[in-house]
């Protein structure tokens, strides 16, 4: 049998048939069968837009060579049957327990929040009433911060290549489309990710793992750099080792680790507000048309030099989908974006944010704990502007004028809008920036100041890092390990994800 990958370009609204004539006519052959590897739109010239596959065939009418062994990830079980605590549930938390397990030791994982079937009726109680819930919300619980979300699966990591293809592989095993191993940009819509967090927490339990819900790390009891005991509201633990991934939203948390002597330090992150428009302008703007027959809903991805000192940039588009109320404490008000598997809502949605350093905010050097106050104010305040979580607003144009036209929007937000002069919240270097970067974009992008800019988004990144050591472990500890985007070296699901999986594969590795 021999194989070969070929690319081949077809309609937007091909249907399998289409595919395989254009292979038999590529390839001058009858009899094959064929896999894709990789599926993306180029839109370049938008009257003729088409799907870019490249597919993997085999058969017998090809002569030479066979398709190569993927290089898979080797989890060697090594018995130890050692208990180790794992903390938060996210996809780092999740991925370094779920390598744990099959590794042999005997994992214990807590998490805050509650498991996902009562975690998302907290969350749609929250959004009638508008009364916070600590146990229902888009910050924590199991699958953690990205559970609500459009799991988009895109990482700009180029390392990370066989850790991914286990997550996607593990993924497609509890229930994800098949199509997430070969689009240029996965995703998978929080309708399915409900379902996939879920069968991941059953393929951990049947390892033997424990998983453990509502459970909050509350201390840690430390002697000589090494962690005797972990604990929780609910009781204790002594395990070998312990691994923390408690993303970027846990103040207490962190607050916590400083306090016990984990070393962090600040850098770099993101503030800025969420972009609104209708899907069909951004359909018309990328494809010149409202509807392509085949592809769900436009994407865009936005750079600009700023105003010179601090770059803007779209991040974590949604398209089809909603801006949501994404706060973890009460009287905070953040929001963040989602969609469904089908992408089909009214709206697009994505962060506008300027990059900057919490030394410039606070016009002064500041600790990773003054960083960590710097943002959670800032929260405070835009929960005080409405007094409730309804998101403060203006369309892009009167953010640009500094001018409030705007007396009605329509929006997705499920808790409302209410306008407001949002240019006079934000730190005033991070309106500078946004302001040109918003002139900029519309210089990019047809009918863009149609759009709206809602709330504050604080969380594309951590403004604070730890100091840690290869394989994860913090620095002066000896079975301390943070991951994922609360350690400050990842940032969204599939980062996160593999951060688990090889700071639990370096431990295995020395175990
Ligand atoms: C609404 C929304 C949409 C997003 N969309 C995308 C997207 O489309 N694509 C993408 O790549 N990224 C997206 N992100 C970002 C992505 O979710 C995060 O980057 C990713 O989840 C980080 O993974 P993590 O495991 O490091 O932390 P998290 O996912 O934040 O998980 C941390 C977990 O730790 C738990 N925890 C915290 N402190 C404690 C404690 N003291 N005790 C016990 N448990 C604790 C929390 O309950 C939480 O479940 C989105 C985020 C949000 C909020």
């Known amino acids: ?33 064929f896999q894709i590897e990789n599926k993306s739109l180029d839109a370049r010239n938008k009257s003729a837009i088409h799907w870019l596959l490249s597919v993997g065939v085999f058969s017998e009418e090809i002569k030479g060579a066979i398709q190569s062994e993927k290089e898979l990830l080797s989890i060697p079980n090594i018995g130890k049957e050692k208990e180790v605590v794992v903390v938060g549930n996210g996809p780092a938390g999740f991925f370094c327990a779920y390598v744990l397990q099959k590794a042999g030791f005997k994992v214990i994982m807590i998490d805050r929040g509650s498991e996902v079937e009562k975690r998302s009726k907290g969350i749609e109680q929250f959004e009638q009433d508008g009364v916070f819930n600590p146990l229902g919300n888009y910050a ?21 290549s066989i850790e991914k293809q286990f997550i996607l592989s593990s993924y497609v095993e509890a229930g994800a489309p098949r199509e997430i191993e ?60 312990v691994f923390i991934a408690p993303g970027h939203s846990a ?24 972009m609104e428009h209708q899907q069909d302008v951004i359909n018309i703007a990328q494809w010149g048309k409202p509807r392509l027959p085949g592809v769900k809903a436009a994407e865009y991805r936005l750079t600009s030099a700023g105003d010179g000192k601090h770059q803007v940039y779209s991040f974590c588009m949604c398209p089809g989908g909603m801006v949501v109320p994404a706060t973890a404490y009460e009287d905070t008000n953040i929001v963040n974006g989602m969609s469904y598997f089908k992408r089909d809502g009214h709206f697009a949605n994505a962060a506008c944010v300027a990059g900057i350093h919490p030394d410039v905010l606070a016009s002064k050097s500041v600790s990773p704990l003054e960083a960590l106050d710097l943002v959670e104010q800032l929260e405070r305040k835009f929960f005080s502007l409405t007094q409730k979580y309804a998101a403060p607003a203006c369309n892009i144009r009167d953010f640009i004028d500094q001018k409030l036209r705007t007396k009605k929007m329509e929006s997705s937000y499920p808790l409302g809008v209410e306008p407001l002069p949002l240019w006079q919240f934000l730190p005033e270097s991070v309106t500078q920036a946004m302001k040109a970067g918003l002139l900029d974009f519309d210089r990019k992008m047809q009918a863009f100041t149609t759009g709206n800019l809602l709330g504050l988004e604080s969380k594309t990144s951590s403004p604070i890092q ?3 050591e290869e394989g994860g472990r913090c620095v002066g500890f000896t079975n301390l390990f943070m991951m994922g985007e609360g350690s400050g070296y990842a940032g969204g699901i599939i980062s996160s994800a593999a951060d688990g999986v090889r700071t639990a594969l370096h431990f295995v590795s020395q175990a």
């Open 1 to 33: 049998m021999g194989f070969k990958t070929i690319t081949v370009k077809v309609p937007t609204d091909y249907t399998d048939e289409m595919l395989r004539k254009s292979i038999s006519k590529e390839l001058h052959i009858k009899q094959f069968s």
């Open 140 to 160: 924590f619980g199991e699958g953690g911060a990205g559970t609500f979300s459009d799991g988009k699966l895109t990482s700009r990591s180029k390392h990370i």
């Open 182 to 241: 070969y689009m240029a940009h996965p995703h998978l819509g929080t309708d399915n990710l409900k379902k996939i967090v879920k069968n991941l927490r059953l393929a951990f339990q049947k390892l033997g793992g424990t998983m453990t819900f509502e459970t909050t790390l509350t201390d840690i009891r430390v002697k000589d750099g090494r962690v005797e005991e972990v604990i929780t509201d609910k009781g204790s633990y002594s395990p070998v080792a």
């Open 251 to 274: 103040y207490e948390t962190y607050r916590m680790l400083l306090r016990r002597g984990v070393a962090f330090r600040t850098k770099n992150f993101a503030l800025g507000s969420r």
């Open 466 to 468: 730890v100091l840690r």
